[in-house]
């Protein structure tokens, strides 16, 4: 469901074009997409439905993204800047944003797609993981459908596997394997995780919490 009620201010529109520019983020890895315009009637239809609906200054109309492609943006939150002439908005991209096929319309020519910080695409990773569990018959070869298709057991067994050859390789000093054997163990904690329908946002809030409480440890062990 989106969220639209943040705002601080309302948007204000260019007294001369009647558009406001709208830079869309990815809100699972803070990826910015793209770059669109709004009007009015833009906006309030971007707000009536959940879905982004920009005015295209080439077509001459409204444009909601996706309407050819399916590749929709669906709305979580907006954020109207300090001076309320421009909004953020971030979504949950349905495909790839660019009609290049690419993720972002600011990827270089020579990349496939545009860089997302660690933190981000592992959320791009476990969005994929999640297609995989609720629509299998879109990659039916896949070694994640055949993970949820084994059950939690199996998933489990397979995160207890990875953790020991990790904890294997880094006792041993296998600087050169070792970051592949902790790929191995994050991919697979993130498929056990969807397959106990918990959110890495959840386990990051929990981190995030313990790092806010101040150490008293110390002042318990004097």
């Known amino acids: 469901m989106s969220s639209l009620s943040n705002q601080s201010a309302e948007l204000q529109f260019d007294l001369a074009t009647g558009l406001a520019p709208a830079i869309i983020q990815d809100a699972d890895t803070g990826q910015v997409l793209m770059l669109g315009y709004l009007n009015q009637e833009a906006w309030a239809k971007t707000?009536?439905?959940?879905?982004?609906?920009?005015?295209?200054?080439?077509?001459n109309r409204l444009w909601t993204k996706g309407e050819s492609s399916g590749n929709f943006l669906q709305v979580v939150s907006s954020h109207v800047d300090c001076d309320a002439d421009t909004v953020l908005i971030r979504v949950l991209p349905?495909?790839?944003?660019c009609h290049?096929?690419?993720?972002?319309?600011f990827v270089q020519p020579e990349e496939k797609t545009a860089p997302a910080a660690a933190v981000g695409f592992l959320a791009s990773l476990e969005r994929l993981i999640k297609e995989r569990k609720e629509f299998p018959e879109q990659a039916p070869t896949s070694y994640t459908v055949s993970l949820f298709k084994k059950g939690m057991p199996k998933i489990a067994q397979k995160v207890g596997e990875e953790a020991v050859e990790t904890v294997i390789d880094a006792v041993a000093g296998h600087r050169d394997s070792l970051p592949g054997e902790v790929a191995d163990l994050l991919y697979h904690l993130l498929v056990l995780l969807s397959a106990a329908e918990l959110p890495l946002s959840e386990v990051i809030a929990v981190l995030q919490e313990r790092h806010r409480l101040p150490n008293t440890r110390h002042l318990n062990e004097q």
Do not use: H, L, M
């Open 47 to 59: 707000q009536r439905e959940g879905r982004v609906t920009f005015f295209s200054r080439s077509k």
């Open 94 to 97: 349905a495909g790839p944003t």
């Open 100 to 105: 290049r096929g690419t993720v972002s319309c």
